[in-house]
């Protein structure tokens, strides 16, 4: 129930954070951190997946709600949480993998970096195409989001270096 | 039949994740369809009343600029001012420029300012909510400017709050002019840079420069005539017999705070005045 209640106040930490404050950098005028999916990313390997996928389907919605793209963030967010479970099985630790959260001290760091980047990368072209819902001006779509991938990931490598400095 | 359930059962997840990604693309295609569902969209009661409050905090962080800009704006109406009292001056003297002018009185614009509660501008279809809405008069089709120029056009209402589509929206489009020319062409933006849109439509035996301004036009009862739009800033000749322009915007999008909704007093008269005149 802790645990629940925990991941909950995460839940709406994170959403909050996104839309109210991260949503209005706009680096460069475009780049943006989308820095909620960093709850998927740590949910847990104990939640079932189809909770994950729910959590990740509301938690895009919500997202959308906010930034009027409906369906966007809802699309990339859902499709990140069906392969979370698949990728931590690729890069999580081999013994108890029933139980584990993902971070830099259970994974590893460079484990835990190289799970990151690769569902980072396929959120932030899934958001991308979904909203641009084209290819024409491809490479235009592809460099935005190769962009606000690699700001993600930063935000998420500076939180988990700031979680284990104390 | 129990193995079919055996087997639905077995890839449940799998069911799962492509009904819901189904169901996100629904929404994303029905909502490019611009039929914005309405509890969905920042305009319902509970999105729009957290972005104002955020915006009244940062509102008055941002307070030093606005009032640079108020300052602005007030030399512009003291200059205004100050014209308009030689030009009535003038008039004193001059009883019939009074006469000529009388129907001058009649305004055909009624400006309401309100503010912007939430914008978008880093994505391909960006859209503005502003603070009021259907009870303050606002309605579907109207006119946005502000201080610098034109902002974009009204597209939702609820009571208190209204989106706005700006210029920056790929469905946005905005019959322009070329300051001195009358032909008309079409404003429309591609995507990508905040700062820049296109113009379309103007035929190539105009002759047109670099540093040129583009201008709201008359045609369509939706803004003044001579808002400010931007500047030319490269022109391209397509095969097409037409130019590509590319405009600087003089709106800073990704800085606005306040607008004035137009509304249009006449323009249901002149729309019908319009239909009569086509059906004959």
């Known amino acids: 129930m802790n645990g629940a209640l925990k991941y909950g106040l995460l839940f709406i930490g994170l959403l909050l954070l996104q839309v109210l404050i991260l949503n209005n950098i706009l680096f460069l005028g475009f780049i943006n951190p989308y820095l909620y999916i960093y709850f998927i990313l740590i949910l847990p390997s104990s939640v079932n997946k189809d909770i994950t996928l729910l959590l990740g389907f509301c938690l895009g919605l919500m997202v959308d709600i906010f930034c009027g793209s409906i369906g966007c963030h809802a699309f990339a967010t859902t499709l990140l949480a069906y392969l979370k479970p698949h990728f931590q099985k690729v890069f999580g630790p081999r013994e108890d993998y029933e139980t584990v959260t993902p971070s830099f001290r259970t994974f590893g760091m460079k484990e835990f970096l190289q799970y990151t980047i690769i569902l980072v990368f396929i959120h932030q072209l899934a958001y991308f195409f979904a909203e641009a819902f084209t290819f024409t001006g491809f490479f235009q779509t592809l460099l935005k989001a190769i962009c606000c991938a690699i700001f993600t990931i930063l935000f998420i490598y500076i939180i988990e270096k700031l979680k284990y400095k104390r | ?280």
């Open chain 2, 1 to 280: 039949m129990r193995s079919l359930i055996r087997f639905l059962l077995k890839y449940k997840t799998l069911f799962f994740f492509l009904f819901l990604e189904i169901l996100s693309l629904v929404m994303i295609v029905n909502y490019n369809q611009f039929q914005r569902v309405h509890f969905l969209s920042s305009s319902n009661i509970v999105v729009g009343s957290l972005y104002n409050l955020t915006s009244k905090v940062s509102n008055y962080l941002s307070l030093s600029s606005v009032n640079q800009a108020l300052v602005e704006e007030n030399a512009e109406l003291k200059f205004q001012n100050e014209k308009l009292n030689f030009q009535l001056d003038r008039m004193r003297y001059d009883t019939s420029y009074v006469k000529r002018n009388d129907f001058a009185e009649d305004k055909h614009f009624i400006f309401r300012t309100a503010r912007v509660v939430h914008s978008f501008t880093n994505m391909k279809n960006n859209y503005l909510t502003i603070d009021k809405g259907e009870c303050d008069g606002i309605q579907k089709g109207m006119g946005v400017i502000n201080e610098k120029g034109v902002v974009g056009i009204v597209c939702d209402v609820s009571c208190h709050f209204s989106v706005v589509i700006p210029i920056l929206n790929s469905r946005a489009r905005i019959n322009a002019k070329i300051t001195g020319k009358s032909n008309v062409g079409t404003v429309l933006w591609t995507g990508h840079d905040v700062r820049y849109a296109k113009l379309k439509e103007v035929p190539q035996y105009i002759p047109v420069e670099l540093g040129d301004t583009v201008k709201s036009s008359a045609n369509t009862a939706v803004f003044p005539e001579d808002v400010m739009i931007g500047t030319i800033t490269e022109i391209e000749r397509l095969n097409n017999d037409f130019y590509l322009i590319d405009v600087k915007l003089s709106v800073d999008f990704s800085n606005i705070k306040y607008v004035d909704v137009i509304e249009f007093r006449h323009k249901d008269e002149l729309e019908q005045l319009e239909r009569k005149e086509d059906s004959k």
